[in-house]
């Protein structure tokens, strides 16, 4: 069984910057993608970005260009660095590590960290 745990979040001035960390406990299947989703208030959970064991990324437009996502392969651990955030930032963020079977996907999810944009 993997377990999540995040890091990071907290409160931040616009234009400031956030590193999320997640870390993955126990052995993750070979064939994995860990991401960062998440979910404002009154809205549904979203993709915010996701990597490959290779390093491939997968970042949505509302953040490409001020967000990176990167991974540890070693640690078990992927990463968000979030620059130039902005009020609609504001949500909590989700790690997310989907394992890829023959004949089935593991999906497991964190905790969630608060990240907060106000002046």
């Known amino acids: 069984q993997v377990q999540l745990v995040e890091s990071g979040g907290g409160l931040v001035q616009p234009g400031g910057s956030l590193r999320l960390s997640c870390a993955a406990s126990?052995?993750?299947?070979?064939?994995?993608?860990m991401g960062w989703y998440r979910q404002a208030p009154g809205k549904q959970r979203e993709l915010v970005a996701r990597?490959?064991?290779?390093?491939?990324?997968d970042v949505v437009d509302a953040v490409k260009g001020r967000f990176t996502i990167s991974r540890d392969n070693a640690k078990n651990t992927v990463y968000l660095q979030m620059n130039s955030l902005k009020s609609e930032d504001t949500a909590v963020y989700y790690c997310?590590?989907?394992?890829?079977?023959?004949?089935?996907?593991?999906?497991?999810w964190g905790q969630g960290t608060q990240v907060t944009v106000s002046s």
């Open positions: 990597i490959t064991v290779a390093g491939s990324t």
């Open positions: 997310n590590v989907n394992e890829y079977y023959s004949d089935s996907t593991k999906r497991y």
């Open positions: 126990g052995p993750i299947f070979s064939t994995n993608v």
